[in-house]
């Protein structure tokens, strides 16, 4: 019975203890209201013309490769059209010649696309993550200047009146206006 007993003062103090301390939390957070606010980041990013900018300086950038793809993409059709034609009157080396030259093509073409593809997907996401280093820093300062306490990516927030989007502000500071 000793035992009981004592277990049940521990537990009476640890649950009179999680109380006060509950209520000092509900008390203090009272007391400091906050002020939250939202940015919907996929709208900025659909606004900025710093986006389109970015796809622009990719395709220059990679310009030269996709015409190299493009010619093999075309000598290959070439290849792939003579062999049909002139399947019937080409001697059976030359066939084999003409398949390996379309083979070793095909493999050539192969690896360029796929190297090219891994290039523009780095460049992409390194150019990307810069933009949205910008974004995040405009969106701090926005949210610093009107007085904000904490700022939230509008994915993660199921309701929030329309007066704490910053998504507008953001905006307007990447894109010059003030």
Do not use: C, W
Not at 7 to 19: E, G, I, S
Not at 153 to 162: F, R, T
Request: charged share 25%; hydrophobic share 40%.
């Amino acid at each position: 019975m000793n035992n009981r007993s004592s277990y049940v003062k521990a537990l009476m103090k640890t649950t009179v203890a999680a109380a006060v301390l509950a209520t000092s939390m509900f008390a203090n957070a009272a007391e400091a209201q906050q002020k939250v606010g939202f940015v919907d980041m996929q709208t900025v990013l659909q606004q900025l013309p710093q986006v389109q900018e970015l796809s622009n300086r990719l395709q220059e950038e990679f310009s030269g490769r996709i015409s190299e793809l493009e010619k093999m993409r075309s000598d290959m059709q070439a290849l792939s059209e003579k062999a049909e034609r002139d399947a019937q009157i080409m001697s059976p080396s030359e066939r084999r010649d003409l398949q390996r030259e379309m083979e070793m093509l095909e493999t050539q073409y192969q690896m360029k696309a796929r190297a090219f593809q891994e290039d523009n997907e780095r460049r992409g996401n390194e150019e990307r993550n810069k933009l949205m280093r910008e974004v995040f820093q405009i969106a701090q300062q926005v949210a610093q200047a009107e007085g904000f306490d904490l700022v939230l990516n509008s994915q993660s927030v199921l309701y929030a009146g329309e007066s704490l989007n910053l998504t507008d502000e953001v905006v307007a500071k990447m894109t010059g206006g003030n």
